[in-house]
């Protein structure tokens, strides 16, 4: 969000100076002027969209919820029974699938956090130095985040298919009896797709990043340097701290990542064994011959708490001090 | 000027400079390389790389399988479906998230904090956990003449309105906050003189938002070009899949040849690759202003 990656954010300078009116009172004095054809203009225009993604996003989601807790084939609203803790009782003693899909999800953003995110910082750095070329290096770092996953999935399966592919090409793996099979070995499989999803979430926080340190005060770093600090002094104890609020927004990003993973698995394997995430048990559970709909929302409900559990909380942050500004 | 005083002071150091750029350079071929290894088994033939295997030096370099892969797979007919579902859901939700962020940006400030709430928080969902029930909801939906399949499910209607309703919630953030640094004495002033809330809204507050527009329609086109997601589940048809899904289907017809699948895929990069490298100030400014988004 604006607000967060940069101290000179548009909130910033709307915001009135102190002694000015108070805030609420502007758009009293607007309604006081409105006419009935402008009331019904507001209602018009706030109403549609609000409806349209309540509809769509809330209502769905809040359904979610409702049907995990029933069984339903689907066919006439008659069908559907209550019940109770069943589906969730079957997710998570029964399901063969389920927890490796919670610990995939989880290596995910673990991995992300650690590797791609800090060097993302790292290249920011460096090309926040006013270097020549700046922009072709940043061009060609974040070229993997505009391309699609699923163009990447296909791209990065010329680099691991096990006869044709690159790397076993590249080792000698690529003949009979030396085979590594980078998508189909379960222990292999979920660090090959992590390498590609580092590879274009570099990218993507450097990007972040980039925009976080142009807000950095500059006569921040000209005074740490006249006290003698070194850069890496410089950075960690003057730069680093200031980008708090890139941090926070990156640690988002990355969690909400991680818990939509989804693309890049499907064109790999499909989260066959080895690659299961939670997303694509969802899925597989609705494409798939035997759709369940109740067990099917218990999952997603899963996936609805943990993310509920990072956005929530954040949102209130981020408007509280958008609210205080 | 700090900020020269400080390059002035740097430029002595040459040696750290060099080292700095040969590692950039270094890590920015290591970047492109998955791409570039595509693009160079794309332009080899498939009898060459069979024979003499991928890593070789090759004999020849042309654009066939590029030409096979778009016309054997009809790939002009799924990129005129990705431009009936992108267009009007890029428009759409523009229009509608604009109009909101200009209520509660200029209307109701009690009532902003809430809605903003929701509608942000609905964004950062992850797709799938609203999957399950929307699936059948559009499967119950019937929208007999409207759309061909006669139902939500499986249509171009559909996904136009589930991208607009995810889309919107970012975009409608993003505008308010834009639209909150315009000065309140703009749209008071037309108040006064008697303006209508949809000329203030059309005449004077939209021309003014045309940067964040320009970033979000960028952001927005290339988002909704790449969706993966929405289209696998929501369309059964595979001739009525956008171009993003449709490659699933088709790298399937030319499972053996890896060069023409390699080809297919990097056709489907090519219109975002253009949008990015002629708009990539307003794609990378539209990020950072809404970097909340996944």
Redesign the interface.
């Known amino acids: 969000?604006?607000?967060?990656?940069s101290p000179k954010?548009?909130?910033a300078?709307?915001v009135p100076p102190p002694g000015h009116a108070p805030?609420?009172r502007?758009?009293q004095?607007?309604?006081r002027?409105?006419?009935r054809?402008?009331r019904i203009?507001?209602a018009f225009?706030?109403g549609?969209?609000?409806v349209?993604?309540?509809?769509?996003?809330?209502?769905?989601?809040l359904?979610?919820i409702a049907?995990a807790f029933t069984s339903w084939d689907?066919i006439g609203f008659d069908s559907i029974k209550w019940v109770g803790l069943d589906n969730f009782k079957q997710l998570f003693t029964d399901n063969p699938q389920f927890w490796p899909a919670v610990e995939h999800n989880i290596i995910w953003f673990v991995v992300l956090i650690l590797i791609p995110t800090p060097f993302g910082l790292f290249?920011a750095v460096?090309?926040d130095?006013?270097?020549?070329?700046s922009r072709?290096?940043q061009?060609?770092?974040?070229?993997?985040v505009?391309?699609?996953?699923?163009?990447t999935g296909?791209?990065?399966?010329?680099?691991y298919?096990p006869d044709?592919?690159?790397i076993n090409?590249?080792i000698g793996a690529?003949k009979p009896g030396h085979y590594i099979d980078w998508i189909g070995n379960p222990h292999l499989n979920l660090w090959a797709v992590l390498i590609?999803a580092s590879?274009r979430h570099?990218?993507y926080m450097m990007?972040?990043y980039l925009?976080g340190l142009k807000g950095v005060d500059?006569?921040l770093?000209?005074a740490s340097?006249l006290d003698g600090a070194n850069e890496w002094q410089t950075f960690k104890n003057v730069i680093f701290p200031t980008l708090r609020p890139?941090n926070t927004?990156v640690l988002?990003?990355t969690i909400?990542?991680a818990?939509?993973a989804?693309?890049l698995v499907?064109?790999f394997n499909k989260g066959a064994q080895g690659t299961e995430l939670?997303?694509i048990l969802?899925?597989n559970?609705?494409?798939g011959e035997s759709s369940r709909?109740g067990y099917?929302?218990a999952i997603?409900v899963v996936?609805?708490v943990i993310?509920?559990a990072v956005?929530?909380p954040?949102?209130i942050a981020t408007?509280r001090k958008e609210?205080q500004a | 000027m700090s900020t020269a005083v400080i390059a002035k002071k740097r430029t002595p150091v040459r040696p750290a400079r060099i080292l700095l750029h040969t590692f950039l350079v270094v890590t920015s071929l290591a970047w492109l390389a998955p791409l570039l290894w595509a693009v160079f088994a794309a332009l080899r033939p498939y009898s060459e790389t069979s024979n003499k295997g991928y890593v070789s030096w090759p004999d020849k370099l042309n654009f066939d399988n590029f030409k096979n892969a778009f016309e054997q797979s009809d790939m002009m007919h799924y990129f005129g479906n990705t431009l009936i579902i992108a267009v009007p859901a890029v428009l759409i939700t523009l229009v509608l998230s604009s109009m909101v962020a200009f209520y509660v940006s200029r209307f109701d400030f009690r009532l902003n904090i809430f809605l903003l709430l929701v509608f942000t928080a609905g964004n950062l969902l992850p797709q799938q956990v609203i999957i399950t029930p929307l699936y059948r909801m559009y499967l119950l939906i019937n929208l007999p003449g409207i759309t061909m399949s006669g139902k939500l499910y499986d249509s171009a209607l559909g996904l136009v309105l589930i991208h607009v309703a995810f889309q919107s919630g970012f975009c409608a953030f993003v505008l308010s906050n834009y639209m909150r640094m315009l000065p309140h004495e703009l749209t008071e002033a037309a108040l006064v003189d008697g303006a209508s809330v949809w000329r203030m809204y059309w005449q004077i507050v939209l021309p003014l938002c045309k940067p964040a527009m320009a970033a979000l329609a960028t952001l927005l086109s290339i988002w909704i070009y790449n969706d993966f997601f929405w289209a696998i589940v929501l369309i059964s048809t595979g001739e009525n899949m956008p171009i993003t899904s449709a490659l699933n289907n088709l790298s399937g017809q030319y499972f053996t040849d890896p060069n023409l699948v390699a080809a297919g895929a990097l056709l489907t990069a090519i219109p975002t690759l253009i949008v990015y490298f002629v708009l990539q100030r307003q794609f990378v400014s539209g990020l950072t202003l809404g970097a909340n988004k996944g």
């Not at chain 1, 061009?139 to 993997?144: D, R």
């Not at chain 1, 505009?146 to 163009?151: D, F, G, H, I, T």
């Open positions: 969000m604006s607000i967060d990656t954010s548009p909130e300078a709307a805030v609420k502007v758009p004095g607007h309604k002027l409105l006419t054809r402008d203009t507001l225009m706030a549609v969209p609000t349209l993604h309540v509809a769509l996003v809330w209502v769905t989601a359904a979610s049907l689907g290249l460096q090309l130095k006013n270097i020549r070329f072709v290096y061009t060609a770092f974040f070229l993997p505009v391309v699609s996953l699923a163009v296909f791209v990065w399966q010329l680099v298919n044709t592919g690159l090409s590249l690529n590609a590879w570099t990218g990007i972040l925009a500059p006569s770093r000209e340097s890139t927004v988002v990003v909400i990542e818990l939509r989804f693309d499907f064109v939670l997303s969802i899925t559970n609705i494409i709909i099917g929302s997603a996936l609805l993310s509920l956005i929530i954040y949102l408007f609210r």
